[in-house]
């Protein structure tokens, strides 16, 4: 079972920058597909973002697209989410995700590890 390990997060102001990084455990590697989550309390957990590693493709959803950035380093073995130009309506909590499919898929059930969540709070 490979548990993703998240870092990053935090409070900040509106059009302010973080960035989320995502690793897993131990000796495991990075499944081929890993991905973005957000989840507001009460509200179903929403798709970011996701990267397929084979062909190097990635997707977003419209809410963050052109300021929001996956991107991975095979050989420090991390998944990062840039995120620019932060909105208050980008307030949730971030989940990372993967699968061992090299497909990408905006469904959160067809992903199988999961990391712990970072809150991300913006402020107006």
């Known amino acids: 079972q490979v548990q993703l390990v998240q870092s990053g997060g935090g409070s900040v102001q509106a059009g302010d920058s973080l960035r989320l990084s995502c690793a897993p455990s131990?000796?495991?590697?990075?499944?081929?597909?890993t991905a973005w989550f957000r989840q507001v309390p009460g509200q179903e957990r929403e798709f970011v973002a996701a990267?397929?590693?084979?062909?190097?493709?990635?997707d977003y959803a419209d809410s963050v697209k052109g300021r929001f950035a996956i991107s991975g380093d095979r050989s420090e073995n991390t998944i990062y989410l840039d995120m620019r130009m932060l909105r208050p309506e980008d307030t949730a909590v971030y989940y990372c995700?993967?699968?061992?499919?090299?497909?990408?898929?905006?469904?959160?059930?067809?992903?199988?590890?999961w990391g712990q969540g970072t809150q991300v709070t913006v402020s107006s």
């Open positions: 990267l397929a590693w084979g062909g190097d493709v990635s």
């Open positions: 131990g000796r495991s590697a990075l499944a081929l597909t």
């Open positions: 995700a993967s699968r061992t499919s090299l497909y990408i898929a905006r469904a959160d059930s067809v992903y199988e590890f």
